[in-house]
């Protein structure tokens, strides 16, 4: 009982025991948090990595692809045909999209992908990170008429809405013609106001010569105070008059899924739209073939893509495969064969992803063709994470041992200045043993305090980090978590119970092993020399 006595007594008077206290109350609520800021950073980007990626990713080494699409999947079943579920084909080629802004171009780098819209659906979750139902249901490439989110379906329900995508699909498209056309008309009466004006030297009021010849010489050749006509008007007005039967009211271009990264930026805590689904853009790419040509087109935005991570997210776009194959010479026209770059493969699911790996790279030439998993395709990304966490758990574990420093110096301390009182408890029947328990005691008290503490710390923090995190922004004026560095809009946190028993046991166990050479040290005094001592 005095064991207990003691210890609770040396808690609350010495107050220098405070300072390891708050030490181990510091890193424990500190490994909490990185761990679980790092256990869901890792989580939530292997999540997205493999909705972006199918489980095996069968790809060209080559820039033009293989040809025969279906002979090779044919192939892949005949090998691994048990363990599929699904695959579909796709055409990659780096490219660049022009966006209109009011008067001005925007030019992006973006990968061009050209997909499936029946079957790539099938093989990751790319239909989940659709702004319109219909599409996450099954892609079109036809632009639909209304009822695109405007919240974020992913995101937080009191996160601010996206007003503008209200307007998006038809009803954006036709507005947009009609003031184009509106536009046009007003240019186009300035630009014949100013060439064909009262007294101007072609106006009939000012031209008088009878005979023809005179008159197509004045015509022709105005006088140099006369109002010169617009040298750019044979050029014609803007794209859509090139090709005078389309009327953008009623149709369309070719359909493009942008990365909603290309289309929005941050302002005052929300999102802003550079164009919505109904806009044109235009898409310039390298054909196929040696030497490459360039090759530029039209394409009307039917949707955006949203993963949540901003690196795919301001760099993906989709088109149909088989108009990115015609566009860039990739169909054989003596055959009628058309070339990919990659096929994407499902698995079913609990089947090993490596062993399947294994057998398609033993069938098929390795020259010719790379086959790797979704894990080995983001391999380096994934093991940097990895071995970020175990740096980060090495050097916050550290902070716990300095604590326990802490608590084998004033452990010596204590024994040094109640070297009489231990005296006085072993006269008084004390055992050595019962000595050294209450220096065990001691520590393993600090310890419990101050990991309970920290792990309550810990745990509020990781609950309340978002808001935390907001709050640190305002006041730096500067965002503490920024979404194009980190790839996450907010920050991915989970409490993995096992990682916080280890945590707290591990500091309890260092609190513990910081008392054992001082008790040691106490338990072996004799009663007459700690009497004796001064």
Same mark, same amino acid.
């Given at each position: 009982?005095?064991?207990?006595?003691?210890?609770?007594?040396?808690?609350?008077?010495?107050?220098?025991?405070?300072?390891?206290?708050?030490?181990?109350?510091?890193?424990?609520?500190?490994?909490?948090?990185?761990?679980?800021?790092?256990?869901?950073?890792?989580?939530?980007?292997?999540?997205?990595?493999?909705?972006?990626?199918?489980?095996?990713?069968?790809?060209?080494?080559?820039?033009?692809?293989?040809?025969?699409?279906?002979?090779?999947? !044919?192939?892949?079943?005949?090998?691994?045909?048990?363990?599929?579920?699904?695959?579909?084909?796709? *055409?990659?080629?780096?490219?660049?999209?022009?966006?209109?802004?009011?008067?001005?171009?925007?030019?992006?780098?973006?990968?061009?992908?050209?997909?499936?819209?029946?079957?790539?659906?099938? *093989?990751?979750?790319?239909?989940?990170?659709?702004?319109?139902?219909?599409?996450?249901?099954?892609?079109?490439?036809?632009?639909?008429?209304?009822?695109?989110?405007?919240?974020?379906?992913?995101?937080?329900?009191?996160?601010?809405?996206?007003?503008?995508?209200?307007?998006?699909?038809?009803?954006?498209?036709?507005?947009?013609?009609?003031? +184009? $056309?509106?536009?046009?008309?007003?240019?186009?009466?300035?630009?014949?106001?100013?060439?064909?004006?009262?007294?101007?030297?072609?106006?009939?009021?000012?031209?008088?010569?009878?005979? @023809?010849?005179?008159?197509?010489?004045?015509?022709?050749?105005? @006088?140099?105070?006369?109002?010169?006509?617009?040298?750019?008007?044979?050029?014609?007005?803007?794209?859509?008059?090139?090709?005078?039967?389309?009327?953008?009211?009623?149709?369309?271009? #070719?359909?493009?899924?942008?990365?909603?990264?290309?289309?929005?930026?941050?302002?005052?805590?929300?999102?802003?739209?550079?164009?919505?689904?109904?806009?044109?853009?235009?898409?310039?790419?390298? #054909?196929?073939?040696? @030497?490459?040509?360039?090759?530029?087109?039209?394409?009307?935005?039917?949707?955006?893509?949203?993963?949540?991570?901003?690196?795919?997210?301001?760099?993906?776009?989709?088109?149909?495969?088989?108009? &990115?194959?015609?566009?860039?010479?990739?169909?054989?026209?003596?055959?009628?064969?058309?070339?990919?770059?990659?096929?994407?493969?499902?698995?079913?699911?609990?089947?090993?992803?490596?062993?399947?790996?294994?057998?398609? +790279?033993?069938?098929?030439?390795?020259?010719?063709?790379?086959?790797?998993?979704?894990?080995?395709?983001?391999?380096?990304?994934?093991?940097?994470?990895?071995?970020? #966490? %175990?740096? &980060?758990?090495? &050097?916050?574990?550290?902070? /716990?041992?300095?604590?326990?420093?802490?608590?084998?110096?004033?452990?010596?301390?204590?024994?040094?200045? $109640?070297?009489?009182?231990?005296?006085?408890?072993?006269?008084?029947?004390?055992?050595? #043993?019962?000595?050294?328990?209450?220096?065990?005691?001691?520590?393993?008290?600090?310890?419990?305090?101050?990991?309970?503490?920290?792990?309550?710390?810990?745990?509020?923090?990781?609950?309340?980090?978002?808001?935390?995190?907001?709050?640190?922004?305002?006041?730096?004026?500067?965002?503490?978590?920024?979404?194009?560095?980190?790839?996450?809009?907010?920050?991915?946190?989970?409490? !993995?119970?096992?990682?916080?028993?280890?945590?707290?046991?591990?500091?309890?166990?260092?609190?513990?092993?910081?008392? /054992?050479?001082?008790?040691?040290?106490? %338990?072996?005094?004799?009663?007459?020399?700690?009497?004796?001592?001064?």
């Amino acid at each position: 009982m005095y064991v207990l006595t003691l210890c609770w007594r040396y808690l609350r008077t010495r107050y220098i025991a405070l300072a390891s206290i708050i030490s181990v109350m510091l890193g424990v609520a500190t490994m909490i948090v990185v761990n679980s800021v790092m256990l869901g950073f890792t989580h939530e980007m292997e999540n997205r990595l493999h909705g972006i990626l199918s489980d095996i990713i069968f790809q060209s080494r080559s820039l033009e692809g293989f040809p025969d699409a279906e002979w090779h999947m !044919d192939q892949i079943r005949r090998v691994v045909g048990d363990d599929i579920e699904a695959m579909t084909p796709t *055409v990659v080629v780096p490219a660049m999209v022009n966006l209109q802004v009011g008067e001005q171009w925007i030019t992006l780098p973006v990968q061009l992908i050209g997909i499936d819209a029946a079957t790539q659906g099938r *093989v990751s979750d790319f239909g989940q990170y659709l702004q319109h139902p219909e599409n996450r249901r099954q892609l079109s490439f036809e632009l639909r008429d209304e009822g695109y989110d405007v919240r974020d379906h992913q995101g937080d329900p009191n996160d601010p809405p996206r007003s503008e995508m209200a307007e998006a699909g038809w009803k954006h498209r036709r507005r947009m013609a009609q003031l +184009r $056309k509106i536009m046009r008309d007003i240019e186009t009466s300035s630009v014949e106001g100013r060439a064909v004006g009262p007294g101007t030297p072609t106006s009939p009021a000012v031209i008088t010569a009878t005979d @023809p010849a005179e008159t197509a010489a004045a015509t022709t050749n105005p @006088p140099a105070d006369a109002v010169p006509t617009n040298p750019f008007a044979r050029f014609g007005p803007r794209k859509e008059e090139y090709v005078p039967e389309f009327d953008p009211a009623q149709s369309q271009y #070719t359909g493009i899924v942008l990365g909603i990264g290309l289309a929005t930026y941050r302002k005052e805590g929300r999102d802003r739209f550079l164009v919505l689904p109904g806009d044109d853009v235009t898409v310039t790419f390298p #054909t196929a073939g040696s @030497p490459p040509r360039i090759h530029r087109d039209f394409f009307t935005i039917v949707d955006f893509y949203e993963s949540k991570m901003s690196e795919y997210d301001s760099k993906f776009a989709f088109v149909p495969i088989e108009t &990115l194959q015609k566009l860039r010479g990739m169909i054989d026209p003596s055959t009628g064969r058309s070339y990919v770059n990659a096929i994407s493969i499902k698995l079913k699911p609990g089947r090993d992803m490596n062993a399947v790996r294994d057998r398609l +790279r033993a069938a098929f030439a390795p020259q010719y063709y790379s086959i790797d998993t979704w894990r080995d395709n983001q391999g380096a990304l994934l093991a940097a994470v990895h071995m970020e #966490t %175990a740096i &980060l758990n090495v &050097l916050l574990f550290l902070i /716990i041992c300095v604590a326990g420093f802490g608590i084998l110096a004033i452990f010596f301390m204590i024994v040094v200045e $109640k070297t009489r009182d231990i005296g006085i408890l072993k006269s008084l029947g004390a055992s050595s #043993t019962g000595v050294m328990s209450i220096f065990l005691g001691y520590g393993l008290l600090l310890g419990l305090v101050g990991s309970g503490v920290g792990l309550v710390m810990g745990l509020l923090f990781v609950h309340y980090i978002n808001e935390i995190a907001d709050i640190l922004g305002r006041l730096t004026g500067r965002p503490v978590f920024d979404p194009d560095i980190y790839y996450f809009y907010k920050i991915p946190a989970i409490v !993995d119970p096992f990682t916080v028993a280890w945590i707290v046991g591990g500091a309890m166990t260092i609190a513990v092993l910081a008392g /054992i050479l001082p008790a040691l040290r106490a %338990a072996r005094l004799h009663p007459v020399e700690a009497l004796r001592y001064e």
